[in-house]
């Protein structure tokens, strides 16, 4: 399974809807793809299924830069908390 | 009677007789009368008075008369006055208020006077009284009047007492009115001011002039302050003084500045002094008494000026003084006063009197500045003059001599004093005298400087001629003080002029000379003899009327009039009037002189005799209009003077209006600014030519050239310009041909040069029609060539800058073969039909039948099509158009025919480049094939002269081959050779020699050695080349590296070695296997024996091989997909891909995606193309698990692909077609999801083709027991463990349990009993199989048994509960006991937003 990014934005406010799976992979293309994002950016979690370690750090990194992880899974959440204490 | 009684009874008769008519008399007086006895006895009242009174005579007469009659305050001063004056009979008066009869009291001037008798004796006392209310009531008026004045107001009697103080003055003192009149002097007066007081109001009283005097008096607080107090007498009508008024006005402050300014006045560096009135010194400022070392005492005494002053200045300053002093004006004199220590110094003394308010001279005011520095400085100037070679004298402003130099006195011979004195008068020369007098008395009167000149006799008794200047000397109010005047010797001059004067007598010109307005001055002696005139004749004011030509002389007048007021020289011509009466032209020059502060003071002016320079110009000018060339004249400004009849002609103009202005208007419009810049040399006076269109009066405009040339006087000034113009019409169309003609040949010569370098075609035609749109006006140039098809043309090249769009050019090369659609030229095709060139315009086109046409569209309205011709065919079409309605004309088509040949030229260049290209390409990439084709195969070929033992030919991969870099370059054979294993090379040779011997093909296999000490296998083969004589002249021939294939069949032979003993054993093992698989179960991992089991695996195998689709369904956990792969490996596609999605774990934005894949970049994260399950399953199975949880639009696409059986990648376009067969699975009740719209019911009957049900396991316990030996087994032997027994209770436990998760959860049970298991014997604790107590009323199907709003309140409270987690152990789907899908279809159906709860 791939990654699909998806985007919604009413001009101030871009959602970025990820489906599949994120792993070390693709945080490249998703890291470029949010560097062409002038708008502020919530992520989508719903539609993911999986996620590897790179994943976690990088959601956790972006919530820290005021990116605001939205619908995200309670295990990714449980992890991300874990890899932040850690 | 006696007579003396009878004189004396006529005299009282008469008396009587008299006081009977004064009584009649006084009745009718407007006065009051009375008559008292010489003793004092009323006797008679005038009825006024009895009236005012209302008495009667006899009340009159009556005692109490006076005490009724005067005011009771009055009474005692009547009775007291009129008593003493009767008792020295005089006369009296009082003013006294007299008692109306209506009780009012008013005021009277009461008089009396006595009547005597002859001897003397008083007889009667008259008494009148007059009304004075009204001058009383004025009086008292005036008093308030006086009161309010701030000045002190005292009334004196005419002898000095005080009658009257006004308010401010007794308040001064702080005394009342009373105390006032009679407060003794010494109380008021300041005690050192009485005596100068009273000496001057005593001599003022006894005198009876007015006086003043300045006192301090003394204020009520004892503070004594200055007062000037003035007297004035009030006389009656006598002239006697009856009252003096005094006025006192404080000067205090006057006085205190006076006092500051004479303690200023001592710091002045002047000597300052005050003089009274005769003279007497009252004052001397510090600074004089400190200069003369005296007291202010010595100073007042009478000798002091004759002791200070300069004994021969001492006359003059008292003449002075005298004088000033009886005339009472201010007077100034220079004179020298001694110092204390005897030094005299010069001082300029100036006296001024102080005057009263009468003009009388009350001060004289003295100053001496000191001036012996300016005296000096004056000695030295004098000596200064006297040194100066001029005669300077000094006049007075009226013209009194008062110095001369000493170069004057030389020359005349006396002295300063003669000359002052007037004993010796300049000896002018008699002829001058009464003019030099005239004018100087003029020259002062104007008050202005003025100069003349006269001669002067000097002592020798010559006289010499002198220039005398007079320049005023004015004081600072601008007011004339003095005459300055200077001689200066011009007899040099004088001479020089007379030698002048002989010398214009002499010249043959006239010159004159006016004054700086205008008048005539002078006028030279060829002028006078020209008009036969007397020099008076000149000065005549008809001189000018009679001189000049009458049809001249207006303009002259004027011309000359605006000359002289402009300042600027000029010059006129006129005809004037010669003494035989012939009128001769003359040029007059006039020339201001200015004065050296530039003013014009002078006009001189030449006239020169130009008749017989006229007459040659009228001469020329007939001349002129007899040549055939346009000819002007022009003045040294460049106005046109004259046009000759030529240039008259052409314009159609007359000559005046030629010379009217505006002649510019005959040029060319184009022309008139270029010909305005060329004619700026005019101001340059330089010759210069220029051309020019010019109007004929046809209307035609023709070509001139005009040359201007200037004609200069003797001084090289620029008098005229002549201009010729010359047609040059023809000339310019001559030069405009041969610039077409140089054009065309440029054209053709450019494209030949484009034509030479090779460019490419498009790209120089191109180039062509930028060159030719140079020569040829035109919107469009086009080049069409023809389409394959030979018939067809396409537009190659389109020129057209300002295009609307509607030629374009089309794609591809010349060669370009494949036709265009784009292209529609007709016309152009036309003429490729044709081989005919076509120009016209756009009815021609219509004409032709053509509409539509591109060219007509873009709005051209002229065009000229022409065939390219080649060798034996028309190659193409070259194409002109205007959007102007102007026609191709035969100079333009031949240029364009012959640019059309160029361009054949460069089409069948372009052909045979293209022909030639494309073979070199062919060659090339047959080249790049071979080499490609070699080092693919690896293998090299070559040819080898054997005789010379010479590689004559090598590839790059047989370079390769060896070992050798092709880019080192050519190697020899011996190092070819020399690579070759040495075992091998005898093998080598032999094979050659075995070639070229019996000339047939060989091949040997040798090995290469390479420097790395790698060997290469290589195969060669080669065969003779033979020459025509059946020789051998080279051995070509190939050779392959084999060393990959050698490499491979020697691990191909070892492999296949390997793979017959590993088939060997794999057969042994999957017999084994087979034979286990079969022992537990016909299915694989299908366990059990049970009735429903057996149902559904009946049902498998008749399924199978029929290739329907088949729906599982069943709760979780059950095996479904058990099921379906044993369909697969039952059915036809078991060799094939069992592909299995689980649509439930793939998010609904990647389903599609997974199911039917995706092209590269379809969406963000298809970083390349992926194949779908669909794909992957093609000629196999596909299993959808879950197939209940699809997305609509899922759903959607599936049910196509179940239906066509293609689909296409998600970003894709292209249509797949695969052969899948579809097994579907859900744990969801699908008729339900049908109902409830969740799920598509035409895909239902679709995936419903066969449904296979798998039982829960609660429905299958019979198989729980060998489930659960056959599960404990292989956990225990994935753990290590040896499990023998099973414990009869576990085993009651799990039959008895109801298995909510069916078989996956018997495995967990199972695997964890297993880990935990520390025996042989497998067992559970009965804890774990207890089942959980559900919610009330729950269960699968007891939720559904509730109503909505009860069933969202379980819901809901259980996600709370969970956290919004659904599924697990701890989910909310295993708290309501119900399956998670359930839980999800049912969260779905009642709009429950599960996500809410994750926070909670």
């Given amino acids: 399974m791939t990654l699909r990014i998806d985007k919604v934005s009413d001009g101030r406010l871009a959602i970025l809807r990820l489906s599949g799976r994120l792993e070390s992979q693709q945080l490249g293309e998703l890291k470029a793809y949010m560097k062409g994002i002038t708008e502020s950016v919530t992520i989508d979690l719903s539609q993911v299924r999986l996620v590897d370690r790179d994943a976690v750090c990088f959601l956790a990194a972006c919530e820290a830069a005021g990116v605001e992880l939205s619908q995200c899974s309670p295990y990714i959440r449980e992890w991300i908390n874990r890899e932040r204490a850690s | ?58 009340d009159f007469r009556a005692s109490d008369f006076q005490s009724r009659a005067f005011h009771p305050d009055d009474l005692a001063r009547v009775q007291s006055t009129r008593n003493d004056a009767m008792y ?49 009531q004025a009086h008292r008026e005036l008093e308030q009047l006086v009161d309010a004045v701030p000045q002190h107001v005292v009334v004196l009697t005419g002898d000095g007492h005080r009658l009257y103080g006004n308010q401010a003055a007794c308040e001064y ?36 002039n007015p006086w003043e005097a300045e006192a301090r008096l003394r204020r009520k607080d004892a503070k004594y302050r200055w007062f000037l107090i003035r007297g004035k007498a009030l006389r009656n009508e006598q002239g006697s003084v009856v009252r003096w008024y ?69 006359d003059r300053v008292s003449s002075a003084r005298k004088q000033a002093f009886s005339r009472g004006v201010g007077w100034e004199v220079e004179a020298r006063l001694r110092r204390k220590d005897g030094q005299y110094r010069w001082f300029l003394n100036r006296y001024n009197p102080l005057r009263d308010e009468q003009g009388n001279i009350v001060r004289w005011y003295a100053t001496g500045t000191d001036i012996e520095d300016r005296k000096q400085a004056e000695r030295e100037l004098q000596q200064l003059v006297d040194a100066v070679p001029q005669h300077i004298v000094m006049h007075s402003a009226q013209g009194r001599r008062l110095y001369a130099n000493k170069v004057s006195l030389d020359f005349l011979g006396c002295t300063l004093q003669d000359f002052l004195d007037d004993k010796k008068s300049p000896p002018f020369h008699a002829d001058d005298v009464a003019s030099f007098f005239e004018a100087r008395q003029r020259g002062i009167s104007s008050g202005m400087p003025f100069e003349m ?61 006016l004054s700086d307005d205008g008048r005539r001055l002078y006028v030279n002696k060829v002028a006078l003899d020209f008009f036969g005139w007397k020099p008076q004749d000149f000065f005549d004011d008809n001189a000018t009327t009679r001189a000049f030509h009458q049809e001249d002389l207006p303009n002259f007048l004027e011309k000359r009039r605006r000359g002289i007021s402009s300042g600027a020289p000029f010059e006129l011509e006129a005809r004037i009037l010669r003494n035989d009466g012939q009128y001769r032209w003359f040029l007059f020059l006039y020339n201001p002189f200015r004065n050296e502060q ?114 200069r006087n003797e001084q090289g000034q620029i008098v005229r310009w002549y201009g010729t113009g010359t047609d040059i019409e023809d000339r310019k169309q001559a030069e405009s041909a041969l610039r077409r003609s140089e054009a065309r040949l440029r054209l053709l010569l450019e494209f030949t040069n484009k034509l030479v370098t090779n460019l490419e075609l498009r790209e120089l035609l191109r180039v062509a029609a930028q060159s030719l749109r140079k020569v040829i006006a035109c919107d469009l140039i086009g080049v069409f060539l023809p389409h394959s098809d030979g018939q067809t043309l396409r537009s190659f090249v389109i020129d057209f800058p300002e295009s609307k769009g509607f030629l374009q050019e089309e794609a591809g090369d010349a060669t370009q073969r494949r036709p265009i659609s784009l292209g529609n030229h007709p016309l152009a095709e036309m003429v490729f039909r044709t081989g005919k060139a076509w120009i016209g315009n756009e009815y021609d086109v219509l004409q032709l039948g053509f509409k539509n046409l591109p060219p007509l569209a873009e709005g051209l309205k002229t065009g000229c099509v022409l065939p390219i011709l080649g060798r034996d065919r028309v190659l193409g079409v070259l194409g002109l158009g205007r959007r102007e309605p102007k026609p191709f004309d035969s100079y333009e088509v031949d240029l364009l025919r012959q640019v059309a040949d160029q361009i054949a030229i460069a089409i069948v260049n372009a052909l045979a480049v293209e022909d030639r290209r494309q073979a070199e390409n062919a060659l090339r990439r047959s080249e790049a094939y071979l080499e490609e084709a070699q080092q693919l195969s690896h293998t090299g070929s070559f040819a080898h002269d054997v005789a010379q033992n010479e590689i004559v030919y090598w590839s790059a991969q047989s370079y390769r081959n060896f070992g050798f870099d092709p880019a080192n370059g050519p190697i020899l054979w011996e190092e070819a050779r020399a690579r070759i294993h040495p075992d ?30 790698s060997v290469r296998h290589i195969h060669s083969q080669c065969r003779p080349v033979l020459n025509a004589a059946n020789e051998v002249v080279e051995l070509v021939g190939t050779n392959i590296d084999v060393t990959e294939q050698y490499t491979a069949r020697m691990a191909l032979e070892k492999a296949l070695e390997e793979n017959k003993r590993l088939k060997d054993e794999l057969y042994r093992e999957n017999l084994a296997l087979k034979e286990e698989i079969d022992q537990s179960s016909m299915f694989e991992e299908i366990v059990g024996t049970s009735k429903a089991l057996r149902r559904v695996l009946v049902q498998v195998a008749k399924v199978a091989p029929a290739d329907s689709t088949v729906l599982i369904t069943g709760e979780t956990g059950t095996g479904k997909e ?34 039917f894949g995706h092209e590269k970049g379809a969406f963000t994260g298809a970083m390349q193309r992926r194949l779908g399950r669909f794909e992957l399953a093609d000629g196999g199975t596909l299993f959808l698990d879950e197939v209940g949880d699809l997305p609509p639009e899922t759903q959607v696409a599936l049910l196509r692909v179940l239906q066509e059986r293609q689909f296409e990648r998600i970003g894709g376009t292209q249509r797949i077609t695969v052969d899948v067969r579809i097994i579907a699975a859900t744990n969801r009740d699908l008729k339900a999801a049908v109902t409830a719209g969740t799920f598509r019911s035409d895909l239902f009957y679709r995936l419903n083709v066969f449904p296979i049900a798998v039982p829960p396991l609660r429905e299958r316990k019979d198989d729980i027991p060998l489930l659960v030996q056959y599960l404990t087994e292989r956990y225990a032997s994935k753990a290590g463990k040896k499990i023998k027994n099973i414990h009869k209770k576990t085993l009651e436990l799990f039959q008895a349990y109801d298995w909510p998760g069916n078989i996956r959860e018997l495995q967990n049970v199972v695997e964890r009993a297993v880990i935990l298991c520390d025996g042989e014997t497998f067992s559970v604790e009965e804890s774990w199989l207890q089942p959980e107590i559900p919610l009330p009323g729950l269960g699968p199907n007891s939720l559904a048994r509730l109503g909505a709003e009860r069933e969202r309140e379980l819901i809901e409270a259980a996600l709370t509960e969970t956290k919004g987690r659904i599924a697990g152990p701890m989910g909310a789907a295993a708290k309501l006991g119900i399956p998670r899908s359930t839980l999800e279809t049912k969260i779905r159906k009642l709009g429950i937003k599960k996500h809410r709860f994750n926070s909670v």
């Fill in chain 2, 984 to 1013: 091998d090379r005898g093998k080598v040779d032999e094979c050659q020699q075995k070639a070229m011997r019996e000339k047939t093909r060989t091949a040997v296999d040798f090995r290469v050695l390479l420097p790395d000490g």
């Fill in chain 2, 453 to 513: 000149e006269a001669r002067l006799r000097r002592n020798d008794g010559k006289y010499r001629w002198f220039l005398f200047r007079y320049s005023p000397h004015r004081n600072g109010q601008g007011k004339i003080t003095g005459w300055y005047s200077t001689g200066t010797d011009i007899e040099d001059r004088k001479q020089a002029e007379r030698e002048l004067q002989q010398l214009v007598d002499a010249v043959p010109h006239f010159m004159t000379m």
């Fill in chain 2, 598 to 711: 530039g003013q014009i003071v002078r006009w001189y002016a030449t006239g020169t005799d130009i008749e017989d320079r006229k007459r040659a110009e009228r001469e020329l000018q007939q001349l002129v209009d007899t040549i055939p060339h346009q000819v002007v004249v022009l003045n040294a400004e460049g106005r046109l003077l004259y046009g000759n009849r030529v240039v008259l002609d052409f314009l159609g103009w007359t000559l005046e209006e030629f010379l009217r202005g505006d002649a510019i208007r005959a040029f060319h419009p184009d022309d008139r600014v270029d010909f305005q810049l060329a004619c700026r040399a005019f101001s340059q006076g330089l010759p210069f030519e220029t051309e020019a269109r010019l109007h004929r009066k046809d209307g035609q405009y023709r070509w001139f050239l005009f040359l201007y040339n200037p004609s």
């Fill in chain 2, 1122 to 1155: 058990l099921i379906a792969r044993a369909i697969h490996k039952r059915s036809e596609r078991s060799s094939r891909a069992f592909v299995s999605v689980n649509c439930a774990a793939i998010p609904a934005t990647l389903i599609g995606s997974e199911l």
């Fill in chain 2, 246 to 314: 005094l006025t006192r006005t404080d000067i205090e402050d006057r006085k205190v500045a006076e006092l500051e300014l004479r303690r200023l006045i001592d710091v002045v560096p002047q000597y300052i002094r005050v003089d009274d009135q005769e003279g007497k010194i009252i004052y001397a400022n510090d600074r004089l008494l400190d200069y003369f070392g005296m007291t202010l005492e010595e100073v007042q005494a009478t000798d002091f000026r004759a002791r200070v002053c300069h004994p021969e200045d001492l």
């Fill in chain 2, 1 to 58: 009677m006696s007579a003396g009684e009878q004189r004396a009874f006529n005299k009282a008769e008469d008396g009587q007789q008299a006081e009977k008519e004064f009584r009649r008399l006084s009745d009718v007086l407007p006065q009051y009368m009375c008559v008292y006895g010489a003793d004092g006895t009323p006797l008679f009242a005038n009825e006024g008075l009895l009236d005012y009174f209302g008495f009667t005579l006899d």
């Fill in chain 2, 173 to 208: 003192h702080g005394l009342t009115h009373e105390q006032f009149l009679v407060e003794p002097i010494t109380n008021c007066f300041h005690p050192e001011d009485i005596e100068t007081y009273s000496r001057k109001r005593n001599d003022g009283i006894a005198t009876a």
């Fill in chain 2, 88 to 136: 020295r009979g005089e006369g009296w008066e009082i003013e006294a208020r007299i008692r109306r009869k209506d009780g009012q009291y008013r005021w009277f001037l009461i008089r009396g006077k006595p009547l005597r008798d002859e001897e003397g004796k008083i007889v009667r006392w008259f008494s009148s009284g007059v009304d004075i209310e009204d001058r009383k």
